[in-house]
């Protein structure tokens, strides 16, 4: 594979930057953020890791990057979208690595959310020739597979000259990933398991449009969640792989797949999903603790001076301590840390595709 730009990747670069993850055994981090400190810290693991990563939001991350003091709340998914997107095109070239901007999980009530950021993706589109967003994803998977697909192929023809790419869900991931989700057992239900079949026709009506890639659910979940009531099958991956090679005459693993939920996964089940064609894995549940638990420690290791800017007992300043760039700098180096672990997970340590 070629070397790239570091910065933001799309089109043709994402698809070979994909391609590269499967000729190599690797998938890539896909972290959900919040705000600039998540953010950076993202992009400081990829760094530090030398490893290319996508950075993504959910409606309601890009919604809190506007502000929850925004009075339209729509708006404010839009906007804020726009802004962590342009935040990440200003300062990810000089992190030195290959950055993937994606939009996590939009169920159909969250289209008009999609809607806005095409809209200010096509404007972006032709002010800078390239796209705001590498990909956008659609999760309709707890409708009907044809209003599913019919819908995701409506959407892919939209950004498709934008150079993007679509990410869809096929099957029921368990959980709730900010509003979007299931509350399905998770003990051995069918809807946690992806058809095959059903991976075959979305193949056959979408890869004539464009690119795109597919969430397939393996009983997988998202959040954390008490050992033994998930049983993950990667081996339903691997069996769509091969209906659809067998059916169109491809190479092996035609299909680019993403691991939903993979926080709390087990290391052995990554390994054997990697091997059938994983590309991404998705991780929230475990940033987010990583980050509060680091800024939790921190307060409690001087828990005065978050009580007093003054110690009333010594006349002590705290002002160095209760300086919000501490502790939340102690929330982003958790992140990195939690990340440093995702990346050796997932081989990609070390197999960044951007020029040093």
Request: a negative charge.
């Given at each position: 594979?070629?070397?790239?730009?570091?910065?933001?990747?799309?089109?043709?670069?994402?698809?070979?930057?994909?391609?590269?993850?499967?000729?190599?055994?690797?998938?890539?981090?896909?972290?959900?953020?919040?705000?600039?400190?998540?953010?950076?810290?993202?992009?400081?693991?990829?760094?530090?890791?030398?490893?290319?990563?996508?950075?993504?939001?959910?409606?309601?991350?890009?919604?809190?990057?506007?502000?929850?003091?925004?009075?339209?709340?729509?708006?404010?998914?839009?906007?804020?979208?726009?802004?962590?997107?342009?935040?990440?095109?200003?300062?990810?070239?000089?992190?030195?690595?290959?950055?993937?901007?994606?939009?996590?999980?939009?169920?159909?009530?969250?289209?008009?959310?999609?809607?806005?950021?095409?809209?200010?993706?096509?404007?972006?589109?032709?002010e800078?020739?390239?796209p705001?967003?590498?990909?956008?994803?659609?999760?309709?998977?707890?409708?009907?597979l044809?209003?599913?697909?019919?819908?995701?192929?409506?959407y892919?023809?939209?950004?498709?000259?934008?150079?993007?790419?679509?990410?869809?869900?096929?099957?029921?991931?368990?959980?709730?990933?900010?509003?979007?989700?299931?509350?399905?057992?998770?003990?051995?239900?069918?809807?946690?398991?992806?058809?095959?079949?059903?991976?075959?026709?979305?193949?056959?009506?979408?890869?004539?449009?464009?690119?795109?890639?597919?969430?397939?659910?393996?009983?997988?979940?998202?959040?954390?969640?008490?050992?033994?009531?998930?049983?993950?099958?990667?081996?339903?991956?691997?069996?769509?792989?091969?209906?659809?090679?067998?059916?169109?005459?491809?190479?092996?693993?035609?299909l680019?797949?993403?691991?939903?939920?993979?926080?709390g996964?087990?290391?052995?089940?990554?390994?054997?999903?990697?091997?059938?064609?994983?590309?991404?894995?998705?991780?929230?549940?475990?940033?987010?603790?990583?980050?509060?638990?680091?800024?939790?420690?921190?307060?409690?290791?001087?828990?005065?001076?978050?009580?007093?800017?003054?110690?009333?007992?010594?006349?002590?300043?705290?002002?160095?301590?209760?300086?919000?760039?501490?502790?939340?700098?102690?929330?982003?180096?958790?992140?990195?840390?939690r990340?440093?672990?995702?990346?050796?997970?997932l081989?990609?340590?070390?197999?960044?595709?951007?020029?040093?």
């Amino acid at each position: 594979m070629s070397k790239m730009k570091p910065g933001v990747v799309y089109g043709a670069k994402y698809q070979e930057l994909l391609q590269s993850c499967k000729d190599g055994g690797y998938a890539l981090p896909a972290v959900n953020v919040v705000g600039s400190n998540s953010i950076n810290a993202v992009m400081e693991a990829a760094a530090n890791n030398s490893s290319d990563i996508i950075i993504q939001l959910s409606n309601g991350g890009a919604q809190f990057m506007a502000g929850q003091g925004m009075a339209d709340g729509d708006t404010a998914k839009v906007v804020g979208g726009v802004a962590a997107a342009n935040h990440v095109h200003l300062l990810a070239e000089y992190y030195g690595v290959c950055v993937v901007l994606h939009t996590d999980h939009a169920n159909r009530k969250l289209l008009p959310w999609i809607d806005g950021l095409i809209e200010a993706g096509a404007a972006y589109y032709k002010e800078n020739k390239r796209p705001l967003y590498s990909s956008h994803m659609l999760d309709l998977s707890e409708e009907a597979l044809e209003d599913n697909l019919s819908t995701c192929a409506e959407y892919l023809k939209k950004i498709v000259p934008l150079e993007m790419s679509l990410e869809i869900e096929l099957g029921v991931t368990g959980g709730e990933e900010d509003g979007v989700g299931s509350d399905e057992d998770l003990h051995d239900n069918p809807k946690l398991y992806t058809q095959p079949d059903d991976v075959l026709q979305a193949y056959e009506l979408l890869s004539p449009i464009g690119h795109f890639s597919v969430a397939a659910s393996f009983g997988n979940v998202h959040g954390v969640y008490k050992p033994g009531n998930v049983h993950l099958r990667p081996e339903i991956l691997k069996n769509s792989q091969e209906l659809v090679a067998k059916t169109h005459g491809t190479g092996a693993n035609p299909l680019d797949l993403v691991f939903h939920g993979g926080s709390g996964s087990e290391k052995a089940k990554i390994e054997e999903a990697i091997g059938y064609g994983v590309i991404k894995m998705n991780i929230d549940t475990d940033t987010q603790f990583a980050f509060a638990s680091a800024v939790g420690a921190y307060v409690e290791k001087t828990p005065r001076a978050f009580s007093y800017q003054i110690d009333p007992d010594d006349d002590k300043p705290y002002k160095s301590v209760y300086d919000p760039r501490k502790w939340l700098r102690q929330g982003e180096l958790s992140v990195v840390e939690r990340l440093n672990e995702a990346c050796a997970d997932l081989h990609s340590t070390g197999k960044s595709l951007a020029k040093g």
